[in-house]
């Protein structure tokens, strides 16, 4: 059985950190991988996308790949109180890991 | 752009009912999934269609699940009779090829 796992926190950090979110996953042939972010209350909204191996940078948002380590990660720089969600990491968008909590206090 | 419209909101009722969910997918996409978001589970997969034709229900807990998509801007999934643990919210999405999942709003589902 395919499986995505994520330390469900919360993960906490004060406001300007760096906030570091990881998940692995089982299907080595994976080829696309995503980040979701939810709200309490609320549905997901995709933020990032990765299909290659190393980095990808959106904004203060960056996506880390590792194939060969079955590794996917979420570094949001400056984190703001507003990036307070659970954090979902999916695997070719079918396959959803159970979240992080991220909680950033002021 | 309307997004993905989920509907009833809200639905409470007791076991044993039959429950129909609703969801219209973005005119324009082509793809439809279905899913169930627990504390304890997650959000999973239930089944998803592609072109109006199911391609994978795998994750259809059990034969009390039921989903249709008659055509491109309606799908249904329905639970006959309910109980208790499938208290969930249930969420719709739609995407188009190599584009991202647009999730619905959900309905939160509570069987008494």
């Known amino acids: 059985q395919k499986e995505v796992e994520q330390n469900s926190g919360p993960l906490s950090v004060p406001e300007g950190a760096i906030a570091s979110l990881n998940c692995t996953y089982s299907d080595r042939g994976s080829q696309s991988f995503f980040w979701y972010r939810q709200y309490s209350g609320k549905s997901p909204e995709l933020i990032m996308s990765i299909y290659s191996n190393g980095d990808k940078e959106d904004g203060r948002f960056t996506a880390q790949l590792n194939k060969a380590s079955q590794y996917v990660s979420l570094l949001i720089r400056d984190s703001q109180p507003s990036d307070s969600a659970t954090y979902l990491c999916a695997v070719k968008d079918l396959t959803f890991g159970k979240g992080t909590m991220l909680l950033v206090s002021p | 752009d309307a997004g993905v419209i989920q509907s009833p909101r809200h639905e409470v009722t007791e076991m044993g009912q039959e429950v129909t969910l609703r969801c219209k997918p973005i005119?324009?996409?082509?793809?439809l999934f279905w899913y169930r978001q627990t504390m304890m589970r997650g959000l999973e997969l239930l089944i998803y269609?592609?072109?109006?034709?199911?391609?994978?229900d795998s994750g259809m807990p059990e034969d009390r699940f039921s989903a249709k998509m008659p055509n491109a801007s309606f799908s249904t999934l329905k639970i006959q009779p309910s109980e208790p643990r499938d208290s969930a919210v249930y969420f719709c999405?739609?995407?188009?090829?190599?584009?991202?999942?647009?999730f619905g709003d959900g309905t939160r589902l509570s069987i008494l």
């Open positions: 999405a739609s995407t188009h090829i190599n584009q991202p999942q647009h």
């Open positions: 005119s324009g996409h082509n793809s």
């Open positions: 269609f592609n072109n109006n034709v199911p391609i994978d």
